[in-house]
């Protein structure tokens, strides 16, 4: 490297530091207004997060950030570059030129439309008015489009412009063929399903559980599959999530329900995957805009792993059965450990997403996914959506929400013109299935390990595959490097149709 | 006022909003450090500190904030602004001169002085070994030497510059005859209590007080006297403090003591009187640098005003023992108001400032008054401090601390470079003492108030006369205009003559 390289490269470095510094006081500021901040002090708080987003926003745009990625993305400059620096100035000119490329003040009144958008989202599915909402996500539908004109697109898909903000490099092309396996599988499995008369009986998960108890095993469960209290902590908050301050401070939230122990410990499980991902990523990453799970679906692969694959297993409960008979005696007096493996893994069609079982979750992701590709490419309404929802609910999962509050207006993610993020949802199901399929087969004695509660192991491999490379790797990279070949929903389905079948004695 | 200086005042206010923003969010991260972080994120917290402090830093001295004070602190153009803007541009044109005539190089230094020499104090503490901190101590009053040459001196006493850092408007001359008062009543009373055959029973309060229950029990007490937990939090940290994000969230932190009933209620109601004023400054100061207690002893008044003259009194007790005994039956039983009221008033001259009772904390304050008098007029040596410390608390407390960890090395203010600070703890007291006298006659039935637990009027009163105005008002002009004369440490001897000669019936 020449002097003058390296002077400029550690200049860039000292900026980027300065820059997610910003993020991680804002991740600080989000987390504890949702956690922990009091009623009368939120309005000044949302002011001082919106500023320091908009100092934040100046440097990821200023002058001095061109005049940086114009000398370091000069193809020899960036060869001459460390790993790490040469990854920053990529990711960093991705962003640059995502925000560069919108005019500044079709973005401003971008983010007043869906910052209104939300509160009349509110309105709408509280009154259960989808027209209320209807003109507003016509807008933000005309937004989209409007953006992938400014950003580009490959020709073969507008939608893959927008795919690409959440799941680099995903496109209709890959997503297509995945969907119709699942389409095909699930509809077939859930149909035998139903007409299986071996139904699990879930009555004991709904009996009294004190939530302090609750909140003793959950932090049990939590310590022995491997989340570093000393690296995070938990708290309470109305929808839980996961946000990362550093690698040494991840944290999660939880809420908790007295008459429902299967929704709680398994929240908490699927947090704390997200969270073991970014507790584990290369220290040397800390401070670059590379310190990120590479993916949403990567990281959702990872609370999917440990929540579905893991938590929701049999071998897992055969480990912690006793533990969690001693927590919850009364409640489970009489209760075998296949009883309550059945029960955990009820599969019911149902019109909310976020509740539904790990089988029929994908055919809520799938009607969301067809949705936006139909809206992208102009061949669906905004206008048709309450008919298009209910129609997609009736012919793959066999009910129709009884109102539009139950059905299309249940999700957040349109009114903040989140477009693209849904299908990474299904995405994280898939990869977490082909990862786990090559783990059996790279760590020794996989199924053991989890039988015994075991899992050092497992998170070795997932760190030294996964984690430690934070964006450092495409997801494309990582599934590629991991199971050499693309995205396959095959082991997804597989693993699928072997864990129902024997639990519904198909 | 003209459009070119209503231009003007907009950009400032915009400009000084901004930079408060930074004050809270990096309030927000050092209460998080302090009460919620893992171990593992600790030394990435303080590195994003730091850089947001630093930007923080920039904007309060930029050349931008150089123009704005420039234009706007033209006596002519002052006049023509609205009484909030005004009194911004003068509370930023103090600290943008303080810390311009500074060279910032000494100022790094400083920094980095101060930076080693709190670690430094603390191993020189924890082997009980002055000569260690000895030379950081002598560089370090060196600087406040050369800083008060670059901020100039009223030529009547060197000691008066770093006064005024803390206590605006504060002088030697106003101070000496203050503590010649405290000291010779003090000194005269804490004798008259040691000879006293009538010593108070404090057994009880060392019995086991389960901290769940003082928790509890503390809560009760704040929300009883008025802390608003809508508009504020109490959690556990190291060392209690108060903190304020914005006037909706005023955070308060204490510790509790398992065996000790003493410590932490007084403690919990004493930042509570902090986190009072604060929560009761006018709204319209958010967002301006006067949206902020105008003083250390005013603030310090504020908070044992509401441990001490309230918390510590007998009408209270007779109001709250009910409640009390209710909360802890067993260690209260057969224990009567009177008992207890005179147990927390226990006078015992002891080496530790932080531990002192209400009547000798005044003499520890003496001590760091005179000894940083001497220090900075250059008649008292670092060298001599140990032998100089132990020769005052001899005198003045009858007691000599066996090692100088329980002297001269007990406080982190030095270490810091805080001279000046140390007066304000026993201005508060003078200040309460004063501003109590008033009450007296301005609120109708004040003592019934009190006796009925009825605190309404009195935090309307304390809100009226000084929580609004945050730095609107110097502390001198909050003291005249209540008291109609300035700083006088009567009140507070008459205040504490009467309480301990009943309790010690001298």
Same mark, same amino acid.
């Given at each position: 490297?020449? $002097?003058?390289?390296?002077?400029?490269?550690?200049?860039?470095?000292?900026?980027?530091?300065?820059?997610?510094?910003?993020?991680?006081?804002?991740?600080?500021?989000?987390? =504890?207004?949702?956690?922990?901040?009091?009623?009368?002090?939120?309005?000044?708080?949302?002011?001082?997060?919106?500023?320091?987003?908009?100092?934040?926003?100046?440097?990821?745009?200023?002058?001095?950030?061109?005049?940086?990625?114009?000398?370091?993305?000069?193809?020899?400059?960036? #060869?001459?570059?460390?790993?790490?620096?040469?990854?920053?100035?990529?990711? %960093?000119?991705?962003?640059?030129?995502?925000? !560069?490329?919108?005019?500044?003040?079709?973005?401003?009144?971008?983010?007043?439309? $869906?910052?209104?958008? #939300?509160?009349?989202?509110?309105?709408?599915?509280?009154?259960?008015?989808?027209?209320?909402?209807?003109?507003?996500?016509?807008?933000? &539908?005309?937004?989209?489009?409007?953006?992938?004109?400014?950003?580009?697109?490959?020709?073969?898909?507008?939608?893959?412009?927008?795919?690409?903000?959440?799941?680099?490099?995903?496109?209709?092309?890959?997503?297509?063929?995945?969907?119709?396996?699942?389409?095909?599988?699930?509809?077939?499995?859930?149909?035998?399903?139903?007409?299986?008369?071996?139904?699990?009986?879930?009555?004991?998960?709904?009996?009294?559980?004190?939530?302090?108890?609750?909140?003793?095993?959950?932090?049990?469960?939590?310590?022995?599959?491997?989340?570093?209290?000393?690296?995070?902590?938990?708290?309470?908050?109305?929808?839980?999530?996961?946000?990362?301050?550093?690698?040494?401070?991840?944290?999660?939230?939880?809420?908790?329900?007295?008459?429902?122990?299967?929704?709680?410990?398994?929240?908490?499980?699927?947090?704390?995957?997200?969270?073991?991902?970014?507790?584990?990523?290369?220290?040397?990453?800390?401070?670059?805009?590379? %310190?990120?799970?590479?993916?949403?679906?990567?990281?959702?692969?990872?609370?999917?792993?440990?929540?579905?694959? &893991?938590?929701?297993?049999?071998?897992?409960?055969?480990?912690?059965?006793?533990?969690?008979?001693?927590?919850?005696?009364?409640?489970?007096?009489?209760?075998?450990?296949? =009883?309550?493996?059945?029960?955990?893994?009820?599969?019911?069609?149902?019109?909310?997403?976020?509740?539904?079982?790990?089988?029929?979750?994908?055919?809520? *992701?799938? *009607?969301?996914?067809?949705?936006?590709?139909?809206?992208?490419?102009?061949?669906?309404?905004?206008?048709?959506?309450?008919?298009?929802?209910?129609?997609?609910?009736?012919?793959?999962?066999?009910?129709?929400?009884?109102?539009?509050?139950?059905?299309?207006?249940?999700?957040?993610?349109?009114?903040?013109?989140?477009?693209?993020?849904?299908?990474?949802?299904?995405?994280?199901?898939?990869?977490?299935?082909?990862?786990?399929?090559?783990?059996?087969?790279?760590?020794?004695?996989?199924?053991?390990?989890?039988?015994?509660?075991?899992?050092?192991? *497992?998170?070795?491999?997932?760190?030294?595959?996964?984690?430690?490379?934070?964006?450092?790797?495409?997801?494309?990279?990582?599934?590629?490097?991991?199971?050499?070949?693309?995205?396959?929903?095959?082991?997804?389905?597989?693993?699928?149709?072997? !864990?129902?079948?024997?639990?519904?004695?198909?």
């Amino acid at each position: 490297m020449t $002097t003058s390289i390296e002077t400029s490269a550690t200049a860039f470095r000292s900026y980027v530091k300065k820059m997610t510094s910003y993020n991680q006081a804002l991740a600080v500021l989000h987390w =504890d207004k949702a956690t922990q901040a009091p009623r009368k002090g939120m309005e000044a708080r949302s002011e001082i997060i919106g500023t320091l987003a908009g100092e934040q926003f100046k440097l990821a745009t200023s002058k001095e950030m061109e005049q940086f990625l114009v000398e370091l993305s000069e193809p020899a400059t960036l #060869e001459a570059l460390d790993e790490i620096t040469r990854h920053t100035v990529l990711e %960093c000119k991705k962003e640059f030129d995502r925000n !560069k490329r919108i005019p500044a003040e079709r973005y401003q009144e971008f983010v007043v439309l $869906t910052s209104n958008a #939300e509160t009349v989202w509110e309105e709408a599915r509280e009154k259960n008015d989808f027209s209320l909402f209807q003109p507003y996500l016509q807008k933000i &539908v005309n937004f989209q489009l409007e953006f992938i004109e400014y950003w580009g697109n490959d020709g073969k898909n507008k939608y893959n412009t927008l795919l690409d903000l959440y799941e680099p490099g995903m496109t209709v092309d890959q997503l297509d063929p995945i969907f119709a396996t699942l389409r095909e599988k699930t509809v077939k499995l859930v149909a035998a399903i139903a007409e299986s008369p071996n139904k699990p009986d879930t009555s004991f998960l709904t009996k009294n559980f004190p939530i302090s108890e609750q909140d003793a095993f959950s932090r049990f469960i939590l310590e022995r599959i491997g989340y570093d209290f000393n690296a995070g902590r938990m708290d309470r908050s109305v929808h839980p999530f996961c946000t990362t301050f550093n690698p040494g401070d991840v944290r999660i939230t939880t809420r908790f329900s007295e008459n429902d122990f299967n929704s709680a410990l398994f929240s908490c499980i699927h947090e704390a995957g997200h969270a073991m991902y970014e507790q584990n990523i290369n220290p040397e990453l800390l401070f670059t805009t590379l %310190c990120d799970g590479t993916s949403m679906g990567i990281h959702e692969s990872q609370s999917r792993y440990w929540e579905n694959m &893991v938590g929701r297993s049999l071998p897992f409960w055969k480990h912690f059965f006793a533990d969690l008979q001693k927590a919850f005696p009364a409640q489970f007096e009489g209760v075998s450990v296949e =009883d309550f493996y059945r029960a955990i893994n009820e599969v019911t069609p149902s019109y909310i997403r976020t509740e539904a079982d790990e089988l029929t979750y994908n055919l809520h *992701i799938m *009607i969301r996914y067809e949705i936006e590709k139909g809206l992208i490419n102009q061949t669906i309404e905004v206008a048709d959506l309450p008919k298009i929802w209910n129609e997609k609910m009736k012919e793959y999962l066999g009910v129709v929400p009884p109102t539009d509050t139950l059905g299309v207006l249940q999700d957040v993610h349109w009114s903040g013109g989140s477009f693209g993020y849904f299908p990474t949802y299904s995405l994280g199901n898939v990869y977490a299935a082909q990862f786990t399929h090559v783990m059996e087969q790279e760590i020794n004695g996989y199924n053991e390990l989890v039988a015994n509660g075991d899992f050092a192991p *497992i998170r070795a491999w997932l760190k030294d595959k996964i984690h430690q490379y934070g964006k450092m790797k495409s997801p494309r990279e990582l599934v590629s490097a991991i199971t050499g070949e693309g995205t396959n929903a095959t082991y997804l389905m597989n693993y699928l149709e072997k !864990k129902y079948s024997e639990i519904y004695k198909l």
